[in-house]
């Protein structure tokens, strides 16, 4: 089956009850047992429910993975990854990752005795200079968050399996619409489906999708026995905004790339990343691994300090100066003060994020009303 087919009907049929087309809101905790242990699969909710099961089969099939698992979060979905090692293990990642996970791997899972190297993953063969004996796990991000660098997953995943280490890509940026980690040697892909997935910002959900039955029942031990699992009315929601996600992100690299060409040749934009530039330092790995650039960009201000910073970015009358990305409204982000306050200034610094720097998510509105929005608010 092909894209659009699978987001429509992957992991659902018509309930066997009442023929309904749309997979039903389950929401119970518990199922009946005939007697002990004979029931139909389900026993209580937090190891498993018929939504999220469908959710999770749909899931699968859009990384094209045998198995998907959803979490209540993209953070309970790292989490669950990481608890997969022990005191001792190291992690090779990157500096310039998603500051959630960066604060997860620096404030908690460091205090487990679980060692985190982060270095430039683009260049894959830099990783190499950190992987020893201890190395258990690469986590890496791509396009990265906000500078939209790009890694080599093929070229990364090489390595992996050379060294026997897993592979873990964080496709959150990309959509499974723009890259299949999984076809490119990756172990797990992690999504926060908050975001392209949910694309309606009105959930808040993550996911893991693989391929290894051994891998998986690790991980379902963990997601059951720790228990970040998602309600039936949030799977529904992710079910239904599925349903258009080749749709949406069509629509999204259309708008993404007029945006982005609107506001490379701006006088008030001093850098411009988005990696559909054939100037992007990574752009023949993204073209290689992508189809399309996405919606998101990001931009820094020629001379702007943090006041003009603060002040351009709560003029926008379209664009809504907000966390998160990948829903269908188009938001502005302040990276600095928003999504990477958890990241020390000299690390954010070093990558590029500064007090400059605004994050676009561009979302599918009437393309013109984005374009006169950023005209009337860089003027
Ligand atoms: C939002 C985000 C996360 C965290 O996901 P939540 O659903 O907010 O927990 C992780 N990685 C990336 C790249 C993200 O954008």
Redesign the pocket.
């Known amino acids: 089956m092909k894209f659009g087919t699978k987001a429509i009907h992957a992991g659902q049929e018509p309930d066997p009850s009442t023929g309904a087309i749309m997979t039903p809101i389950y929401q119970t905790s518990t199922y009946w047992q005939k007697s002990p242990g004979d029931n139909k699969g389900f026993e209580y909710s937090r190891g498993t429910n018929p939504t999220r099961k469908a959710l999770e089969a749909c899931l699968a099939a859009l990384e094209n993975a045998k198995y998907g698992l959803a979490f209540s979060?993209?953070?309970?979905a790292?989490d669950a990854v990481m608890k997969l090692l022990s005191p001792g293990d190291e992690v090779v990642t990157g500096n310039d990752l998603?500051g959630?996970?960066y604060r997860m791997f620096t404030k908690i899972f460091s205090n487990y005795g679980i060692k985190f190297h982060f270095i430039d993953m683009t260049d894959a063969e830099n990783c190499r200079k950190h992987i020893n004996e201890k190395t258990k796990l690469i986590w890496i991000?791509t396009p990265t968050?906000p500078t939209m660098k790009i890694v080599d997953i093929a070229a990364v995943a090489r390595i992996a399996k050379e060294k026997n280490i897993l592979l873990a890509v964080?496709n959150?940026?990309a959509s499974p619409y723009l890259q299949n980690p999984i076809d490119l040697g990756a172990d797990i892909v992690m999504h926060?489906?908050?975001?392209y997935l949910g694309g309606h910002s009105d959930v808040?959900?993550?996911a893991l999708m693989l391929d290894d039955e051994e891998l998986y029942k690790r991980l379902w031990f963990i997601y059951n026995a720790c228990g970040a699992t998602p309600g039936p009315m949030d799977s529904f929601l992710v079910l239904r905004g599925l349903k258009t996600l080749h749709l949406r992100m069509k629509a999204h690299c259309e708008n993404g790339r007029q945006v982005a060409q609107f506001l490379k040749i701006h006088p008030k934009v001093d850098k411009i990343y988005w990696p559909g530039f054939t100037d992007h330092p990574n752009h023949e790995v993204a073209k290689k691994q992508m189809r399309d650039f996405g919606g998101m960009i990001s931009i820094t201000l020629k001379g702007a300090d943090l006041k003009e910073t603060y002040r351009i970015a709560s003029n926008f009358k379209v664009f809504a100066l907000a966390e998160?990305?990948g829903g269908v409204e188009s938001l502005i982000n302040h990276p600095v003060s928003m999504t990477h306050g958890s990241i020390p200034k000299e690390e954010r610094e070093k990558v590029g994020v500064t007090d400059n720097l605004l994050r676009l998510s561009v979302g599918v509105e009437d393309i013109e009303d984005l374009l006169e929005d950023l005209k009337a608010t860089l003027a």
């Not at 979060?73 to 309970?76: K, T, V």
Request: glycine share 18%; aromatic share 10%.
């Open positions: 979060s993209g953070m309970g790292t998603y959630g996970s991000e968050n964080d959150t940026f926060s489906v908050t975001k808040v959900m993550g998160s990305l």
